[in-house]
């Protein structure tokens, strides 16, 4: 499967000069070598570090939505890396789930459940 056809652009914009190539390139880099997960400290990242490299990098609101844009590539690019680099030793037929997933999100806090009205 080509990324290409996961990711559609809907402007007139065709070609820019900051690919969408180039974007997840340094996204990818920026978060496995430096273990920069939020898009501003990876914007921030390659601005300062990168730029010989990219020097059309556009602005950080810009970034910020064409990785937005992008996230259905994403998928994409995973599942294929999933099916190209299985394990030999790995059982397709079972798989691991997580009977105790975290709560990320509660109406109230312990604390404030108690505290007097």
Not at 59 to 72: G, V
Not at 89 to 109: A, F, N, Q, R
Request: with cysteine; hydrophobic share 35%.
């Amino acid at each position: 499967m080509e990324l290409q056809y996961a990711c559609q652009r809907f402007n007139n914009n065709s070609l820019p000069e900051f690919t969408d190539q180039e974007l997840m390139t340094i996204y990818l880099f920026v978060m496995t070598e430096q273990a920069y997960f939020q898009v501003k400290q990876i914007y921030r990242f390659a601005r300062e570090n990168m730029y010989p490299w990219f020097p059309k990098l556009t602005s950080y609101q810009a970034i910020n939505h064409r990785l937005n844009r992008l996230s259905e590539t994403f998928k994409a690019l995973a599942t294929e890396l999933f099916t190209c680099f299985v394990p030999d030793d790995c059982d397709l037929k079972t798989s691991l789930t997580d009977s105790m997933p975290i709560v990320t999100c509660k109406g109230k806090t312990e604390r404030q459940r108690w505290l007097p009205k």
